[in-house]
């Protein structure tokens, strides 16, 4: 809601609607004032979602390393094989029969895999969006094939995890780079303490830098200063 104050709040924040979104958005302007220039820039951004549970996993999945077109056309031939697509006839399919339809070995495994945690109940893809994100993270990376990208990308687009983070994007590091000053891209452990200062709202965050990386694309070439925000204050301190 308006005004509501996230720091305190100690819940897990669910961007499950643009107003959720937005409300976010507003929320971390308030934290960190640097976010402001970079919002003046973007606008506010649209929600990505896309479809929970074993379904939007495997999606995810299925897209690692491959061109936007090469992973919807494999996911279209596996979402047409298969109806409904779900963890028990991945479970129950033959590997050669999934690798006709264009995934390879070690998706196999990983989706198998998956599967099988689901129909023994070892794992509950539901009850991540209420735990804390970095203990989600931690949970969905343990399993083979499932590295922090997968995780954040299933935990942000798929479950609407305020705080999820990824920071392995290529795109939210050069856009922060940019967009904070900062001498070269950070690494992924560097990501970490760049983004403290968001939390519990971090989620909302990569919406706005991915944003902000897609102006930055549109002006190629044309980086001037009054695209790089500059000499802004730093964010507020957080509440223990």
Not at 6 to 28: F, N, P, V
Not at 170 to 183: R, S, T
């Amino acid at each position: 809601m308006p005004g509501h104050d996230y720091e305190d709040s100690g819940m897990t924040i669910r961007l499950s609607s643009q107003s959720d979104l937005d409300d976010a958005i507003h929320a971390l302007i308030k934290q960190d004032t640097r976010l402001k220039p970079i919002f003046e820039l973007t606008g506010m951004p649209a929600l990505r979602q896309r479809e929970p549970g074993f379904a939007g996993l495997a999606a995810i999945v299925t897209g690692q390393q491959l061109s936007t077109a090469s992973a919807s056309a494999i996911w279209g031939r596996l979402t047409a094989a298969f109806d409904p697509f779900d963890h028990e006839v991945i479970r129950k399919t033959r590997a050669d029969r999934l690798g006709q339809l264009g995934l390879s070995a070690a998706k196999i495994k990983t989706l198998k895999n998956i599967a099988r945690e689901l129909a023994a109940e070892r794992l509950n893809l539901d009850v991540l969006a209420e735990e804390d994100a970095d203990t989600a993270h931690n949970t969905l990376t343990a399993l083979h094939g499932i590295g922090p990208w997968t995780a954040d990308v299933y935990l942000l687009f798929c479950l609407g995890h305020g705080d999820a983070w990824p920071a392995g994007d290529i795109a939210i590091q050069e856009a922060i780079k940019v967009g904070l000053g900062l001498p070269a891209r950070p690494t992924i452990k560097q990501m970490a303490p760049l983004a403290e200062p968001w939390r519990p709202l971090r989620g909302a965050a990569a919406h706005l830098w991915w944003s902000y990386y897609h102006v930055l694309k549109g002006r190629a070439g044309v980086l001037a200063d009054k695209i790089t925000p500059a000499a802004v204050p730093g964010p507020r301190a957080r509440k223990r």
